[in-house]
């Protein structure tokens, strides 16, 4: 089992929708969760960050976390093609490890 | 203010030689974390460093190290060059504290081409 799993996509949706990326993890020790995006030939780049239970929102971004069932996602709202790019999910577990652990990503595509 | 800067940001070497990798993390950030993007994968942890010194290590074997100087910066040496270890390599800082662990911010890579 991959530590960190995510659907490789491509998860297409039109202009305006909300595009629903999902993410778990195996290892119950995990504190930190992220988003990152990250555009082909670029570096990732962080959008989002939650530690605890529930959602939590950032302009048209909204990551929700459970860690009872080890389940993150990121919810994108009124979608652009702009958003088009692969989102990578990545769980740290903390006491000193800080080995961000990646999953594979979720190509988004946003058709107009 | 600068970011993380990488060199070189192409590298092209043959099978047996030795490839060197360097990082100049965001003024502020002590910690910086090497990760290996090859082809088609995910990103794989390879290594952190703080304050100079190793933190953890990935899964990979002790032909990629690495270390970190007095200015934070970092280099990253991969020895008897395998043709799989051609990928992109990730360089990132962070602030290193508290609940933002995980909070990095990427350099834009150094291609490495294995012949």
């Known amino acids: 089992q991959k530590e960190v799993e995510q659907n490789s996509g491509p998860l297409s949706v039109p202009e305006g929708a909300i595009a629903s990326l999902n993410c778990t993890y195996s290892d119950r020790g995990s504190q930190s969760f992220f988003w990152y995006r990250q555009y082909s030939g670029k570096s990732p780049e962080l959008i989002m960050s939650i530690y605890s239970n529930g959602d939590k929102e950032d302009g048209r971004f909204t990551a929700q976390l459970n860690k009872a069932s080890q389940y993150v996602s990121l919810l994108i709202r009124d979608s652009q093609p702009s958003d088009s790019a692969t989102y990578l999910c990545a769980v740290n577990k903390e006491g000193g490890y800080n080995k961000l652990i990646f999953g594979a990503g979720t190509r988004l595509a946003v058709h107009p | 203010e600068a970011g993380v800067t990488q060199s070189p940001t192409h590298l092209i070497k043959t099978r047996g030689q030795q490839a060197t990798l360097r990082c100049s993390p965001i003024s502020g950030h002590t910690s910086v974390y090497w990760y290996q993007q090859a082809l088609g994968l995910g990103l794989q942890f390879l290594l952190w460093?703080?304050?100079?010194?190793?933190?953890n290590r990935g899964n990979f074997p002790p032909r990629f190290s690495g270390r970190q100087f007095p200015n934070y910066s970092s280099e990253l040496n991969v020895n008897a060059l395998e043709l799989e270890d051609s990928a992109l390599y990730l360089c990132?800082?962070?602030?290193?504290?508290?609940?933002?662990?995980?909070?990095?911010?990427f350099g834009e890579g150094s291609r490495l081409t294995v012949l």
């Open positions: 460093y703080d304050e100079g010194e190793e933190r």
């Open positions: 990132a800082s962070s602030s290193n504290t508290g609940d933002r662990n995980g909070e990095l911010f």
